[in-house]
Structures are given as C-alpha cells and as structure tokens.
C-alpha cells in the first residue's frame, strides 16, 4: 500500500549491546557495497565499504561481512551507543564496468534505536 | 567545510511552479550525481556527470527534470511545471572520479521538495 515506505524494518537494542543490521542485495553481478547511516533530515554519511573479493571488513566498532553465496550483507556495531541512532542503508553497486561511474542502488534500509 | 553543498535546505511550492536546486561538490570531486528520496525509501539514482558531461539518466528523471553543471563544478537541477508527485528530498552526491574504479560518494544534506 502508499504507506508501507513508512513502516522502515526496526532493529531496537540497549546502550552498550551490539547490533547487527541485515541487508539482502539483489544482483548477483555487484561487486562493491556501501553501508550508509542517515540521521533525521541529514543526507546518507558513509560508514564501511567492502568489495567482493573480501567477505569482511573491519573498521572503527563497525565490522561488514558479506555472504555472496546468498547474496547478503550485514553491519555489525559494537557497543552500541544512543549516537548510533539512525536509518541503515546498505548499496550496491551493481554492473560495474571500466570507465563507469559507481552507481549505487540502495536498499530500502533498516531503523536503530537506541535504548538507555 | 568540505563536504558536499546544497541550496536550499527546504523549498515550498505550488504545483505548476519551476524550483531549481542547487549543488556543490567536494571541490576535488570529478563526479556528481543527483538522487532522490521519499520518506521510508533509499536514495533513486537520477543523473549523474563526469565534470561538465551528463553521461547517465535514469527513467525516473522526465522531461519535465533538467541537470546542468556548466563548468565542472557546481550543479543546478531544475524541476519544470512540478507535480504533488515531485515531493522528496533531492540528494546531491560527489565521488573523485577515478576510472574503472568503484568509488564511495559522499552526499549532501539534501533538498527537502514540497509540492502543495
């Protein structure tokens, strides 16, 4: 229906746990990911990034693991903390060939709340 | 600051009014892209140029969309004779531009489009 873009998936979790925020890609052919936190009114900040040829990628309390057998990705947020708070986008990059652009297409993404 | 610019913040229109909108990259950034949001959604791909050349369009920019960026730098998109349906925040993103590279793209705050 019109309103099913309202009702985002939503992931809540207490101050301190971790979190773990799932993403099913749709081309088997993408070979490059982007996770992406969106905060209330803000455009998409770049989290973590991972390229195919990796299954994970650590960063900063974040950590991205890719399953390309089942085409899925998930971010994993250690110690969560109300900061964190945010919309979860993850996008691929899909049919990438030399001398195009990254044209990324996102998922519909994931709401984490925060809890104290 | 450095990152990614874009005027205005809000804009408010009647239907049938022309609104353009406007977009400064990171100022070493050969690409731009313009993308749309509606609320529960991730970002639509909508154009995108290779410093002043428009190379890609997607199906959801009509006639009625127009993107320019003169001179390789910032970017104006303009929306004719808008429509209710126009309503969404209009993301502007920037990437280096390297070739048969995958590249992350850093977004602005976006434009937040009502149409009454």
């Known amino acids: 229906g019109e309103n099913v873009g309202l009702h985002l998936p939503t992931l809540s979790v207490q101050e301190g746990d971790n979190s773990i925020i799932n993403c099913a890609y749709s081309?088997?052919?993408?070979?490059?990911f982007i996770w992406y936190k969106q905060e209330s009114g803000k455009g998409p900040q770049f989290i973590i990034d991972?390229?195919?040829?990796?299954d994970k990628r650590q960063g900063q309390r974040v950590t991205v693991l890719l399953n390309k057998t089942v085409k899925h990705l998930s971010l994993q947020i250690a110690a969560t903390q109300p900061g964190d708070s945010a919309v979860y986008f993850c996008?691929?990059?899909?049919?990438?060939?030399?001398?195009?652009?990254?044209?990324?297409?996102f998922g519909t993404g994931t709401r984490l709340q925060v809890t104290l | 600051d450095t990152g990614v610019s874009q005027n205005p913040r809000h804009k408010i229109t009647k239907r049938g009014q022309n609104v353009t909108f406007r977009c400064d990259p990171i100022s070493e950034h050969n690409r731009l892209y313009w993308y749309r949001q509606t609320l529960g959604q991730g970002p639509e791909f909508l154009t995108y140029?290779?410093?002043?050349?428009?190379?890609?369009k997607s199906r959801l920019l009509s006639d009625r969309f127009s993107a320019e960026r003169p001179k390789g730098s910032f970017s104006t998109l303009e929306i004719q004779r808008t429509e209710q349906g126009d309503s969404a925040m209009y993301l502007c993103?920037?990437?280096?531009?390297?070739?048969?590279?995958?590249?992350?793209?850093?977004f602005g705050s976006g434009t937040q489009l009502s149409v009454l």
């Open positions: 140029f290779q410093n002043e050349a428009q190379l890609e």
């Open positions: 996008a691929e990059n899909i049919g990438f060939a030399a001398g195009t652009a990254s044209k990324l297409t």
């Open positions: 081309n088997s052919a993408s070979d490059y």
């Open positions: 993103a920037s990437s280096l531009g390297e070739v048969a590279t995958n590249e992350k793209l850093f």
């Open positions: 991972i390229r195919s040829n990796m």
